[in-house]
């Protein structure tokens, strides 16, 4: 389910040219993140998230899947959510991902999931972690990890 609302929201032409937008401000004359500046664009879209996607959780009893876009209008969403939609920005504009499923130790199910992006794009030769539900930089990770695993979007 994830994975299909990823790809499916990379390809809406609202969401690419907002993620576009994101990245392509100007700083006098130049762009204010340089081309092929791939940790700066993706430090940028992170930080919009932050900024405008609040963490809330789902309805009780309740497992509930939002678009990226319909993430973006409410403005909340849960873990799943919120990689969902950083997923669906960061493939729009040509980053490879995957997700990262967590079950924190003392958990009996696996009870987070979060985004991890490839850079440099065309042949990634490291893996950034990225969790917009909590206020830590890119490339931070849940501590508390009893096991993960990671999967192609």
């Not at 990225?130 to 490339?139: H, S, Y």
Request: net charge positive; proline share 7%.
């Amino acid at each position: 389910v994830l994975r299909k609302l990823a790809r499916e929201g990379a390809h809406d032409p609202m969401l690419r040219a907002m993620t576009a937008r994101l990245i392509s401000a100007k700083c006098r004359q130049n762009w204010c993140i340089a081309e092929r500046d791939y940790a700066g664009e993706v430090k940028a879209v992170f930080g919009a998230i932050r900024r405008h996607v609040r963490y809330v959780r789902d309805t009780e009893g309740a497992d509930l899947y939002q678009t990226p876009m319909r993430t973006l209008q409410i403005g909340a969403g849960d873990c799943d959510d919120h990689s969902s939609l950083l997923a669906a920005m960061l493939i729009s504009i040509g980053y490879p991902v995957r997700y990262r499923v967590i079950r924190s130790r003392g958990a009996h199910d696996w009870n987070h999931i979060y985004v991890l992006v490839g850079l440099p794009p065309g042949e990634p030769d490291r893996w950034i972690p990225l969790d917009t539900t909590v206020a830590r930089p890119p490339g931070w990770q849940a501590p508390d990890v009893a096991a993960r695993r990671d999967f192609p979007v």
